[in-house]
């Protein structure tokens, strides 16, 4: 427990990062209300809109800062037009690179389907779903795969012309988010929805692929270690289907990188759309937390966004924080976050355009930021 404190760095980023992330910050303000707040926010600017004007990502300072920060939150990063010369896209040393430099193997995505919370299939299918069907975690490794910087072009221009991306698996790499995966799926109360199995779905292409096969190995060794957990297993082209046509199979379910990134998108479908979905990145001392929703640029401006992913941002840095340093001020208030939240869905006051409602993303800040007052810390 760190009684100073906890140092949170925040990078509100491109579009309507901001925007959401000032109704975070609003939020968190309101949980701090009446007492010492447990935490001290710094703001730093960075990203794409940053580049085009200052032709650099972020300031050195921004960076020192958030690899000494106790938690990070970022926003979102990317803007059309911003891309640093060797054409990657600019702001990804907010994202990427954080990844990378602080080792933040396991990207953490909940997708839970809240009471309240509707979804955009339209018809016979609006009702598959429930909040009885989908509640799972991915576990997506998130320092190699195909994300390894490795990759090139040769014969720029001609008629040969040849892009590579190199895909490495390591032992270390698979071994450490399948351990991941596995000690969520031991602690996660209620399992599967289906039938409560403590379950790890392994999602991989092992039918062909080498370092498929090599994740799924892995993910067998590791796995005999917890023999509670039921070892279970996809291909990524079949579970796309199951995970749309039977979420509640599933409790964890681990990828490699890439597989990861593309199942994600498709599980916050399930969870109401990417207003809701939200991120954490985890290291060994270190973690960042974003909505992965992005930057937006046609809805930037308008306040009209969804903030719900922020707020489950926040509400995994307080949790984690509150593990990791044993305090349970934090988790305590990871707690009363996630109940105003759930209240303030399940009553529809906070419904935003792609929920169908009419309410700004800084009224929704309001009413979640209200609600966390009337629940009692
Ligand atoms: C995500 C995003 C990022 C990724 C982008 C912004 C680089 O899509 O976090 O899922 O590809 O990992
Ligand atoms: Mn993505």
Redesign the pocket.
């Known amino acids: 427990m760190k009684e100073a404190g906890y140092d949170l760095a925040v990078f509100p980023g491109d579009g309507t990062g901001p925007e959401v992330v000032r109704e975070g910050l609003k939020v968190l303000a309101a949980l701090a209300e009446g007492g010492p707040a447990p935490w001290h926010v710094s703001e730093y600017p960075g990203g794409g809109q940053y580049y085009l004007l200052r032709g650099r990502e972020w300031e050195p300072e921004a960076e020192a800062a958030a690899h000494r920060a106790d938690a990070v939150l970022v926003g979102?990063?990317?803007w059309p037009g911003a891309q640093l010369p060797n054409g990657d896209?600019a702001g990804?040393a907010l994202?990427?690179g954080l990844?990378e430099k602080l080792d933040l193997y396991a990207?953490v995505r909940p997708c839970r389907l809240y009471p309240g919370v509707t979804h955009r299939i339209s018809g016979a299918y609006r009702d598959v779903w429930s909040p009885k069907n989908v509640d799972l975690v991915i576990v997506?490794e998130?320092t190699e795969g195909l994300?390894t910087p490795a990759r090139g072009r040769l014969s720029r221009g001609g008629e040969t012309e040849v892009a590579i991306d190199t895909r490495v698996i390591t032992r270390r790499g698979a071994e450490r988010i399948v351990r991941y995966a596995f000690e969520l799926a031991h602690e996660r109360p209620g399992g599967a929805p289906e039938d409560g199995a403590r379950r790890a779905t392994c999602v991989d292409k092992s039918n062909v692929l080498e370092g498929c096969r090599f994740f799924r190995e892995t993910f067998d060794r590791v796995g005999r270690e917890f023999p509670e957990v039921e070892r279970d297993y996809a291909y990524v082209d079949a579970f796309t289907q199951w995970l749309v046509r039977n979420p509640e199979h599933y409790s964890v379910v681990v990828a490699p990188?890439?597989m990861g990134?593309i199942i994600?998108?498709l599980a916050a479908v399930l969870q109401g759309g990417m207003g809701f979905a939200a991120?954490a990145n985890i290291g060994v001392d270190h973690a960042m937390f974003?909505p992965?929703h992005?930057s937006s640029p046609k809805h930037a401006g308008k306040n009209q966004v969804n903030p719900f992913a922020t707020f489950f941002a926040i509400e995994q840095m307080l949790r984690w924080l509150g593990r990791r340093h044993a305090d349970p001020r934090l988790t305590g208030q990871a707690d009363r976050l996630e109940r105003a939240i759930a209240r303030t869905l399940a009553d529809g006051t906070a419904r935003t355009y792609d929920q169908g409602g009419t309410v700004s993303t800084s009224g929704a800040g309001d009413r979640v930021a209200a609600r966390v007052r009337a629940e009692a810390g």
């Open positions: 979102a990063v990317g896209l990804r994202i990427l990844r990207n997506r998130n994300y990188n890439m990134d994600t998108d991120g974003e992965v992005g």
